[in-house]
């Protein structure tokens, strides 16, 4: 029997969501994650990969549905210690649960295991039905370049201080992806491309998810070899995004707030862009994005019925049937 | 105004409250305690000090009275997640709001700051109204020497791990100090000897605590130089000890389990000893230590009173006036 692979390029919690959908889309798949980790963050010693944690806790069934990052039934108590004692920085949503995750990830990355032994060691314990790979072993992490309202210069802030602490409010000009020339796929990510009947490309942020994992040397190309189609999903819903911050993101790279601007920065893999296929929303029926198959079709992960729906129809772009 | 300078050598628990009473006794006085740091382990990538903290939390008000370690109202969060992954050790008492206390310590070790200007800052918050300092900035950690039960070879174990896990129950042959030939007296101690107008050496473990503390190399030297009388307090009343597993420890040194086999241990300051003055509980008035100011005082600190009373009277015995 010939099992169908397919490989999801993901962020975070848009990405875990689409990934929970493909999982129950194709129970027999075989499923691959390639996971974003430019917003990984050192914060008090310890080695946070949001993204990672995201996808392994929401696949994993620990995930808080509601806040749709970090783990159910969580508690504060180490973030208010480290406050009590003037511990910076006091911004980042630090949870209890979290930190056990947090502490066993920096041990044996102090250790010298790479991320990817690392990240498929927690997901013993997660079992979450699919591979959750990092896009990378190297460190790279995400630097927005804002202007400093008071001297009108430039600086460049962790993506985390940006996103988390300032809430994305000043414009960035620039993402700069620290360490990303010393960066190449993680052990696995060529094998899954290689293999996979289709690579679908989740709802996530184009420019900090999706684009910081396809920055990556060589990720492209391996991806771009792949024998699967390449679907991608829009995270862009009548020119708004559904979840997150992309819309203050996709201007510092000219990129137009909407499906068809989204999926015209991805491109036609027949033109050297990546995509075969685009969905979009019903409402972004009329999005031309040359050389690419646009389908329209419900995107809102509002339920896991739905969401599952929604992986169907990307792999059904992507010529794969879901009964393999 | 003359303050008095007092320096107190403490182990964990019972050092720390005879350090309470001590600073109960003489508010005005200068109090250094100088702290047993032969303990201290790295689990999970932590640094874990657990006599500094005790002595800390204790002073601070932060200290879990009944338990008589860790924090009041302490939570496991932490602990059970960490059990999840099946991260070892799982029988370390780890709290989230200790795992506060060790991150800070870790980072800041980590970012190469000595353990002494680390304890100073974690006291910042704590604000314990003395002077604590580690007996060494340098690592010692005490390994217990124990016949396997199988082989009949020995083995050493660190400390915690015979404390904790086995609950003291392998008897002892020994007691390694890994690392103390390369260790020196913290900064801030040999000062704190020359200025003392009295030494008391607080009824903490006579081997793992003190004799740990005396072991690292130039500390007698700087102890016996001290121009105030060095008073102990017994740890042991009537042949048991109150807290602790001195019992399981002193054995192993040949130091007999009475108040008078540990004031003979220490022996007298006039004969190349520590000790001008050696308390012992009333029933143990009759011990007799040759050089030694022998007296009879009540040794329980059963209640902040009884131990403020306890410290009077190594004061007494110091000839140090509470009133300066």
């Known amino acids: 029997m010939c099992f169908v692979q397919i490989v999801v390029l993901a962020g975070g ?11 129950t889309a194709v129970p027999g798949a075989g499923v691959t994650a390639v996971v974003n ?68 990830r920096t ?20 079992r979450p039905g699919v591979t959750v790979l990092p896009m990378s072993d190297q460190r790279v992490e995400t630097h927005v370049v804002v202007d400093d309202p008071d001297t009108g210069r430039q600086q460049a802030l962790h993506f985390q201080e940006w996103w988390v602490r300032l809430r994305a409010e000043p ?20 094998e899954a491309f ?17 684009g910081t994992v396809l920055g990556v040397p060589g990720m492209r190309e391996a991806l771009l070899a792949t024998p699967g189609r390449i679907v991608g999903v829009s995270p862009v819903i009548g020119g708004a ?10 201007p510092a790279l ?3 707030v909407s499906a068809e601007g989204v999926g015209r920065h991805y491109g036609a893999r027949a033109t050297g862009g990546l995509l075969d296929a685009w969905l979009v929303a019903p409402g972004d029926a009329a999005a031309d994005v040359p050389g690419v198959d646009v389908r329209a079709v419900p995107l ?22 879901p009964s393999g």
Chains 1, 2 share one sequence.
Request: hydrophobic share 45%.
């Open 194 to 210: 290689d293999a996979a009947d289709a690579v679908l490309v989740a709802p996530s942020n184009p420019v900090v998810s999706i």
């Open 37 to 104: 980790t430019g917003d990984d963050v050192t914060l008090h010693g310890l080695r946070i990969c949001p993204d990672l944690d995201t996808v392994m806790y929401t696949l994993g069934g620990g995930i808080d549905e509601e806040r749709g990052w970090g783990r159910a039934g969580e508690t504060w108590t180490v973030k208010e210690e480290l406050a009590g004692y003037g511990a910076e920085p006091s911004w980042f949503g630090l949870g209890d649960r979290d930190v056990a995750t947090h502490l066993v």
């Open 107 to 126: 041990r044996m990355l102090d250790a010298g295991y790479p991320l990817s032994a690392v990240t498929a060691a927690l997901a013993e314990r997660w």
């Open 300 to 321: 809102l992960m509002s339920s896991p019925e739905a969401t599952a729906d929604l992986a169907r129809a990307a792999l059904d772009a992507a010529g794969v049937s």
């Open 13 to 23: 919690v848009g990405g875990a969501r689409f990934l929970r959908g493909v999982r």
């Open 241 to 250: 995004v559904v979840r997150g911050m992309a819309d203050r993101c996709l």
């Open 171 to 190: 414009q960035p000009s620039a993402f700069v992806q620290v360490g990303v020339d010393a960066a190449e796929p993680a052990p696995g990510v060529q």
């Open 254 to 256: 000219g990129i137009e």
